[in-house]
């Protein structure tokens, strides 16, 4: 449970957390570190992946699930489902043949000990195939979809036309245990069998804003959340699935009946307790969206020498002193920093025609696998797992961990139901200026004035040659400089920044898409890169991508991938991290420089990703089991790390609590 005393209430589970995954580096080994893919910002369906050059029959059916999720619509909490499920079908079915271990939703005795590998692949292949098939085949892309997982199968060497579960052949074994997953998600709280449709009488009390018109249209309560229609949208954006919190958890408890699982504590609000620092947040967004403009001739250096390194739950990093692969300083990594902000804001964007944010971590679990110094040892430790143990295992720890935290973010979108930015800072400016009652449009709601970022349009201003002059009609009302929006041509334009209308303004965002469709608080991108990061660094036993770097590249104008919402990068960049918790947090930060999420959306949401993390990695450790000739999972204590790091880690963590709070 997040609330309670500031800095105090998370000490027992962030104990646990640097018991459990150590602040260990990785040996050194090779200098190359993972290269993320380079189509990962839009991820066309695929349909033509090769399941039996898989390293295990896991990874292929994973591959599916991502493929599958690419040709659905873009809803986050119903694919972290998906992709949990069919993780959780996979281990069940493999588990079935070792004595040690329990399943999760379906638990048998070993039908057959020392079952070849073979056959527990078959199984395994079986019951994600179930899944897939039952989840799958009333998605819109159900006509390359479901052919795709009959491929796969066929690929394989196995008859996707078995459906028997009698008996104990590994057919029947992974159609059991499938049956026993499909059963439980129609009885989960997540109202598959109806679409997901709420059940729970969610209704938002502020009118839709039509996004093409100046302003929000009125709002009954500018705190809440505020649907849209977005231009080409057929209808309004309803609140996604809001009855989520009532789903089941892998790992999570209730700390009491009636409360919520994992509680932040109410956000900032306009006018109310946190008016201030909702007002500096929303500032600090306008100002990411003025540096969204590659031709202001800013350069900035985004190595991981300089940044990341971060508290859990704040952005104090200054960066890492070296690469703990290779013992060398990080090479500086200067580029434009409107690039820089568009590529952060578009790789992890996740929006439509992608893997939604949970798919995005599972493809850089798989990048990071594969990656030749990485070894499958759980924990950076002890035994050399097979590819298909390793792969089950993980699948089952990292899906359950962002499935919880889709269960626990989406509980608190619902309870404090806020509002995204859009609404605010149209709101705000349709208010006035909040920063000198001596002055024109003031009132206590109004955004605050910064010179050369918010300011009054006056006849000064507005005169012939001025900065305002543009706006001239609309003398009394607030300006603010900000990204200009889509170009005529995004296929050949870049919008840049300039001075817009408050009321006018747009997140850095696909044009038909604008926001997500549900409230803001908190960052369900910050909770899933948290909680992933977490789970990565527990099972590879350091928190370094191998090689102590993970990057992805975003060629220049012109042949090549290119950035989708506008025209870009004007020269190549190159994304880089050198943990995952850099990664993850970069993930959050992107939503400010997209205008989807102030910073009090941000922080909240790493820690509820951290504390998912914590009870999925030890949930998935207990169904593990230990052999009886082995000694307990290495997850790493560490050893490496003085005992002073970590109490100035808790207090760091306690100070950023208690901002939360304050």
């Known amino acids: 449970m997040i609330k309670n005393t500031p800095g105090t209430q998370f000490l027992q589970p962030l104990i646990v957390l640097v018991l459990l995954i150590g602040l260990v580096a990785p040996e050194p080994g090779s200098a190359s570190g993972v290269t993320i893919p380079s189509a990962r910002i839009a991820d066309p369906p695929r349909g033509d992946i090769d399941c039996a050059a898989q390293a295990s029959v896991a990874r292929a059916w994973n591959l599916q699930t991502l493929d599958a999720i690419v040709r659905e619509r873009a809803r986050p909490t119903i694919h972290a489902r998906n992709l949990f499920h069919v993780s959780a079908a996979m281990y069940d079915a493999w588990a079935t043949y070792v004595p040690h271990a329990q399943g999760h939703y379906h638990n048998e005795s070993a039908i057959a000990p020392g079952t070849p590998t073979t056959a527990q692949a078959e199984a395994v292949s079986y019951a994600a195939y179930r899944v897939l098939r039952h989840r799958f085949m009333n998605s819109i892309g159900a006509a390359i979809t479901l052919p795709s997982l009959d491929t796969c199968m066929q690929d394989l060497g196995l008859d996707p036309t078995i459906q028997t579960t009698l008996g104990g052949s590994p057919a029947a074994v992974g159609n059991r245990v499938a049956a026993s997953v499909i059963a439980h998600g129609l009885a989960d709280g997540a109202n598959e069998q109806n679409s997901y449709v709420d059940y729970t009488s969610y209704f938002a009390v502020n009118t839709p804003m039509l996004v093409q018109l100046p302003g929000t249209g009125g709002m009954a309560d500018v705190n809440a959340w505020q649907p849209l229609i977005p231009p080409g949208a057929f209808g309004v954006m309803n609140f996604l699935t809001p009855h989520w919190g009532l789903v089941d958890s892998f790992a999570l408890d209730r700390p009491a009946p009636g409360a919520l699982y994992l509680d932040p504590g109410p956000p900032p609000l306009l006018g109310d307790l946190g008016d201030a620092e909702l007002k500096a947040d929303v500032l600090e967004l306008i100002r990411y969206s003025a540096w969204l403009d590659p031709d202001d001739g800013v350069m900035i250096d985004i190595s991981p020498g300089v940044m ?169 009302e607030i300006a603010i400089r900000a990204w200009l929006g889509h170009p005529p041509d995004p296929a050949t334009q870049h919008g840049g920044s300039g001075w817009i209308r408050a009321v006018e303004w747009l997140p850095y965002q696909q044009a038909d898409f604008v926001t997500p469709p549900f409230p803001g608080y908190t960052s369900g991108h910050s909770a899933f890169s948290r909680a992933a990061a977490e789970v990565l660094t527990a099972f590879s036993g350091s928190p370094y991508f191998p090689g102590g770097m993970g990057s992805y590249l975003v060629t220049a104008n012109g042949p090549g991938y290119t950035l989708i919402f506008e025209y870009g990068p004007s020269e190549p960049v190159a994304l880089q991290w050198a943990s995952y918790y850099d990664a993850a947090d970069q993930s959050g930060e992107s939503r400010i420089w997209g205008g989807i999420h102030p910073l009090f959306d941000d922080f909240p949401g790493r820690l509820i990703g951290a504390e998912t993390a914590v009870s999925a990695v030890a949930r998935a450790l207990e169904l593990f089991g230990t052999p009886p000739s082995a000694p307990a999972p290495a997850i790493p204590v560490p050893v490496t790390t003085p005992w002073g790091k970590i109490l100035l880690t808790l207090f760091l963590f306690g100070l950023a609590l208690g901002r939360l709070r304050a």
Do not use: C
């Open 308 to 476: 990341g390194n971060n508290s859990l739950g704040a952005n104090d990093g200054q960066g890492h002193p070296m690469n703990p692969a290779t013992g060398e300083p990080y090479p500086p990594n200067l580029v434009r920093r409107g690039d820089f902000g568009r590529v952060l804001a578009e790789f992890w964007a996740d929006g439509p025609a992608s893997t939604t944010p949970p798919g995005h971590w599972n493809e850089i679990a798989n990048d990071v696998v594969d990656h030749p110094d990485f070894q499958r040892r759980l924990g950076g430790s002890g035994a050399l797992l097979p590819a298909l143990e390793w792969d089950v295992k993980l699948y089952l720890a990292l899906n359950g961990a962002l499935h919880d935290s889709a269960v626990a973010t989406w509980e608190a979108k619902r309870h404090y139901d806020s509002a995204r930015p859009i609404s605010l800072i149209r709101e705000m400016a349709g208010y006035g200026q909040s920063s000198d009652p001596d002055l024109p449009a003031w009132h206590p709601l109004g955004l605050p004035l910064e010179e050369g970022l918010v300011e009054l349009i006056t006849a000064q201003s507005s005169a012939p040659g001025e900065r305002h002059e543009h706006l001239a009609p609309h003398i009394g």
